[in-house]
C-alpha cells in the first residue's frame, strides 16, 4: 500500500510540473506541486514518528514564517538571487542528512547507501558554496565577472582529487575518526563550489543557475537513496531532470558546450545560425557598417522615436533584464496594447538568456497579462527582423548584441543574439550606453539606424505613452494625420495625405536608397530628383543611388542621365552591390521604375520576368512609389508592390512629383533641414 502512496504523489506532483507549460496553467501547476509536497511530508510523518515534536514544530514554524516573509519581500528582479539561494538550501539539507546518516550507522549501510551518502555530502556541499557564490553575483553583493585564479583548472582537479582520496580514506576508518574525516571532506566541497562557480559570470550565468539546480536535485535523490525514501528520490531526480534538460537548452542558447563554460575549453568549432542550427548568421554590410551621419540639427529621440512607432505596422519587442529591473513590464505591455489598438502587428521577442534565469522574461510579461500566443523564441523570431519596421528593445543589451557575431575571444562570442539590427529602425530603451553583464561593448548603439531613449526603462515607456497616438513633430515639421491611418496608406486616401504621409517618411529616414527607372527619363526629373536627394543628404541622411543593368532603355542610360545632373559616381551602386543593403535601409525612394523592382520577378513563374535579378526594394522600412500609373512595366507583368502595406503611391509626372515633394521639405529657416 506504501508504494502506491507514493506513486500518487509523485504523480500528483508530475501533474503540477505539467502544467507549468504555459504562462496560464502555470499558477494552477504551482499550487498543485505545492499540495503534492505538502502530502508528501504528512507521508514522511506518519511514516516516522517524531522522536521531539516541540523542536520539529519549532523548525517547521520559523521556516515557514522566514520563507513566507521572503516570499513577500523579493522582487521580480530579485528572484534569480532567491533561486540561486534555494538551490543552496537544498544543498544544505542534502550534506547535513548524508553526514548523519554516515556518521550514525555507517556499517549497518549497503555499498549503494554508502556510495550515495559520499555523493549526497559532496554533491550538496559543492551546491551550497556554489549556489552562495552564484546568488552573491546575482544580488549584486559580488563582483558579476568571471574570476579567474592562477591555475584555476589545475586548482579544481587537485581539489577534486584530494576529495577524492579523503573519501577513500573515510570509507575505511574508524567509527570515532569518520566524523572528522567527513567534515574535511565537506570542507574540501565547499572549496570546490567556490573556484567552480567564481570563474563563471556575465552571460553565462543562467547556465550556472541551471546546473546548480540538478546538482540540488541530483544531491536531494541521492539522500532519498540512503534513507531509503522514494519520493526524496523520485522528486530529487525530478528536480535533477528538470535542470539538466534547462542547462541543454542554455547552453544552447550559448551556441558554448558545458567544458567551454565551466572549464574554458573550446569544443565548439563553428557558430550556430542564430539559434536555428544551420550556417553562421552574417550581419547585413548595410549602413550600420558606415559612419553614422550627422544630423543638420539636433533632433529630440523621443519625437524620433514616437514617429517611427506610429509609422511603423510590424513591431518587435525585446525585453531585457533592464525592463525587470525597472518594473516597467507594465508600462511596455501598455505601450504595446495601444499600438496593436491601432492596427499594427505587436510582438515579444525572448532570447532564454534574457534575465538573470531561465524564463524570467516569460514570468514577467505573464505578470502584465501578455498572452502567451505573442510570445516567440529566437528561433520562430530571427527570421521576422529583416521584414519588420521597428525592433523596440527595452533593458536588452547581450542578446542583442551583434558583437557576438562580428568579434571573437569575449564572453559571448559564437552566442546566438537576437537580429534586431536587420530591422528597419531600432528603438534602445536602456538605462545607459554601457555595456551589458558580459562586459561587452554593443555596436549597435552606434548604429545610425538606431534611436537611443538612454534613461529608466520605466520612465521612457511612459513618455512614449505620453506622446504616442498624438503625432508628435521634429522642429519645422507640419502636423500631420497620425501614420498608419486608413486614408493615409498606400494608394487609398487623398492625394495630400499620401504626400504628408511621404514627407513624414522622409524625414523620419536615417538611410535612403533612389532606385532610378525609365520613367524618370521620360518626364526628364533627374535634376529634381538629384536636387531632393542632396537636400535629404545634408539633412544627415545617408542616400545611395541603386541602378539596375536593364532600368532605361540602353545599358548605361541611368548612369548617363544622373551623371548629367552631377551625381558621382561614388553614390552609384549596382544590383550586386546594393542589393544586400535594403533589409537595413529605412526608405527606398522609387522613381520610373516598374519591371526592375517587380518582386512578381520572384513569386510568379511563367511570365516575361520570371528568374529575373530584381532590386529588392521590397525589403525595405518603407517603399515611396513616384511612377506615372499603376500599369505594368514595359514586360506587362503587374507590379505586386504596389499591393504593398508598406508602399506610398504618388502616382503622376515624375518631374511633378519631385517638385511637390521638394516644395514639402523646403527649410524654413537658416540651418534647417527637411
Given amino acids: 500500500m506504501s508504494w502506491f502512496i507514493d506513486l500518487l504523489v509523485i504523480l500528483i506532483l508530475i501533474s503540477g510540473i505539467r502544467l507549468f507549460r504555459t504562462p496560464r496553467s502555470a499558477r494552477g501547476g504551482n499550487l498543485l506541486a505545492a499540495f503534492a509536497l505538502a502530502l508528501a511530508l504528512v507521508v514522511v510523518l506518519v511514516r516516522n514518528p517524531i522522536l521531539d515534536p516541540a523542536i520539529v514544530l519549532t523548525a517547521l514554524l520559523l521556516g515557514s514564517v522566514v520563507g513566507l516573509w521572503v516570499a513577500m519581500k523579493v522582487s521580480m528582479v530579485q528572484i534569480p538571487a532567491m533561486v540561486a539561494f534555494q538551490h543552496g538550501a537544498g544543498g544544505v539539507a542534502a550534506f547535513l542528512v548524508s553526514y548523519l546518516e554516515l556518521t550514525r550507522h555507517a556499517d549497518a549501510l549497503t555499498v549503494t547507501g554508502r556510495v550515495s551518502g559520499y555523493l549526497g555530502l559532496v554533491i550538496g556541499a559543492a551546491t551550497f558554496s556554489g549556489s552562495m557564490i552564484a546568488s552573491g553575483k546575482l544580488a549584486s553583493l559580488m563582483r558579476g565577472t568571471p574570476v579567474l585564479l592562477p591555475l584555476h583548472n589545475q586548482l579544481l582537479v587537485a ?5 577524492a582520496v579523503l573519501t577513500a580514506v573515510a570509507w575505511g576508518s574508524d567509527p570515532g575518526v569518520l566524523p572528522f574525516l567527513l567534515v574535511a571532506v565537506v570542507l574540501l566541497a565547499v572549496v570546490l563550489g567556490v573556484v567552480f562557480a567564481i570563474r563563471i559570470g556575465g552571460a553565462d550565468m543562467p547556465v550556472l543557475i541551471s546546473f546548480l539546480n540538478a546538482t540540488a536535485g541530483l544531491a536531494a535523490s541521492f539522500c532519498g537513496i540512503i534513507i531509503g525514501n522514494r519520493l526524496l528520490i523520485a522528486g530529487g531526480a525530478t528536480v535533477a531532470a528538470s535542470g539538466s534538460i534547462l542547462t541543454h537548452v542554455m547552453l544552447k542558447a550559448m551556441n558554448r558546450s558545458l567544458l567551454n563554460v565551466f572549464v574554458g575549453i573550446k569544443l565548439v568549432a563553428g557558430r550556430s545560425g542564430a539559434g536555428t542550427g544551420g550556417a553562421a548568421p552574417v550581419l547585413p554590410a548595410s549602413a ?8 543638420a540639427v539636433p533632433v529630440d529621440p523621443l519625437a524620433r522615436a514616437t514617429r ?9 519587442v525585446v525585453p531585457g533584464f533592464g525592463m525587470a529591473m525597472a518594473q516597467a513590464q507594465f508600462k511596455l505591455v501598455e505601450l504595446a496594447e495601444r499600438l496593436r489598438g491601432e492596427g499594427k502587428d505587436v510582438r515579444y521577442a525572448i532570447h532564454p538568456l534574457a534575465g538573470r534565469m531561465p524564463g524570467h522574461m516569460h514570468v514577467l510579461l505573464a505578470e502584465a497579462e501578455v498572452p502567451s500566443v505573442h510570445l516567440f523564441d529566437i528561433k520562430e523570431i530571427n527570421s521576422e527582423f529583416p521584414g519588420t519596421d521597428v525592433a523596440l528593445i527595452v533593458g536588452a543589451c547581450d542578446v542583442v548584441n551583434p558583437a557576438a557575431l562580428e568579434q571573437e575571444g569575449t ?3 559564437g552566442m546566438p543574439i537576437l537580429m534586431v539590427h536587420q530591422a528597419g529602425r531600432v528603438i534602445v530603451c536602456n538605462l545607459d550606453e554601457k555595456p551589458g553583464y558580459s562586459g561587452v561593448d554593443n555596436p549597435l548603439y552606434s548604429d545610425p539606424l538606431a534611436i537611443l531613449l538612454f534613461g529608466d526603462a520605466k520612465s521612457t515607456m511612459e513618455r512614449l505613452l505620453e506622446r504616442v497616438g498624438r503625432a508628435a513633430s521634429l522642429p519645422g515639421e507640419e502636423s500631420v494625420p497620425a501614420p498608419g491611418a486608413p486614408e493615409a496608406s498606400g494608394g487609398s486616401g487623398g492625394v495630400a495625405d499620401r504626400f504628408a504621409e511621404a514627407v513624414r517618411v522622409l524625414r523620419g529616414a536615417g538611410s535612403l536608397i533612389v532606385l532610378p527607372g525609365f520613367g524618370m527619363a521620360m518626364a526628364q526629373a533627374q535634376f529634381k530628383l538629384v536636387e531632393l536627394a542632396d537636400r535629404l543628404r545634408e539633412a544627415g541622411k545617408l542616400v545611395r543611388y541603386a541602378i539596375h543593368p536593364l532600368a532605361g532603355r540602353m545599358p548605361g542610360h541611368m548612369h548617363v542621365l544622373l551623371a548629367e545632373a552631377q551625381v558621382p559616381s561614388s553614390q552609384l551602386f549596382d544590383i550586386k552591390e546594393i542589393n544586400h543593403e535594403f533589409p537595413g535601409t ?17 513569386d510568379q513563374e511563367g511570365t516575361s520576368i520570371s528568374g529575373m535579378p530584381i532590386l529588392m526594394a521590397h525589403q525595405a522600412g518603407r517603399v515611396i512609389v513616384c511612377n506615372l500609373d499603376e500599369k505594368p512595366g514595359y514586360s506587362g507583368v503587374d507590379n505586386t508592390l504596389y499591393a504593398d502595406p508598406r508602399a506610398i503611391l504618388l502616382f503622376g509626372d515624375a518631374q511633378a512629383t519631385m517638385d511637390t515633394l521638394l516644395e514639402l521639405t523646403r527649410p524654413e529657416g537658416p540651418g534647417t533641414g527637411p
Fill in 411 to 413: 564572453s559571448i562570442s
Fill in 159 to 163: 581539489n577534486a582529487s584530494a576529495i
Fill in 308 to 316: 517611427t512607432l506610429e509609422e511603423a505596422r510590424r513591431i518587435i
Fill in 288 to 295: 550600420a557598417s558606415l559612419p553614422p551621419p550627422e544630423p
Fill in 586 to 602: 529605412d526608405v527606398a525612394l522609387i522613381v520610373g521604375a516598374c519591371d526592375v523592382v517587380n518582386p512578381a520577378a520572384l
